[in-house]
């Protein structure tokens, strides 16, 4: 098994800035052969949905209405997955969860975070 804790949300204003981190913990074994990490986001009355995702070898993907704003990268060796998020909108509001996959061919959606809040104000 392995637990993912999500850090980094908080409020800030639009135009902004922030990074969110997802650090896994668990035996060694899951670790290693984790597939798949990223990120989803659910806003109030909105169903979750993918923000951007990152594979063990570095491939990305990204939602449309993050692409060029967002960067997702990842620390094999620390078990970490980022998402800088530049130019934030009030639109990107909503709550922010980490997620992996099981295997290294498996897409995010094994483990889950917590969640954490990112509020952007006008």
């Known amino acids: 098994q392995v637990q993912l804790v999500e850090s980094g949300g908080g409020l800030v204003q639009a135009g902004e800035s922030l990074t969110l981190s997802c650090a896994a913990s668990g035996s060694p074994f899951s670790l290693v052969i984790m597939g798949a990490m990223g990120w989803y986001r659910q806003a109030p009355a909105k169903e979750r949905e993918l923000v951007a995702q990152?594979?063990?070898?570095?491939?990305?993907n990204y939602a449309d209405s993050v692409k060029g704003r967002f960067t997702i990268s990842r620390d094999n060796a620390k078990n970490t997955v980022y998402l800088q998020m530049n130019r934030l909108k009030t639109e990107d509001t909503a709550v922010y969860y980490c997620?992996?996959?099981?295997?290294?061919?498996?897409?995010?959606?094994?483990?889950w975070g917590q969640g954490t809040q990112v509020t952007v104000s006008s």
């Open positions: 997620a992996a996959g099981r295997h290294i061919t498996a897409t995010p959606g094994d483990y």
């Open positions: 990152i594979t063990r070898g570095g491939v990305t």
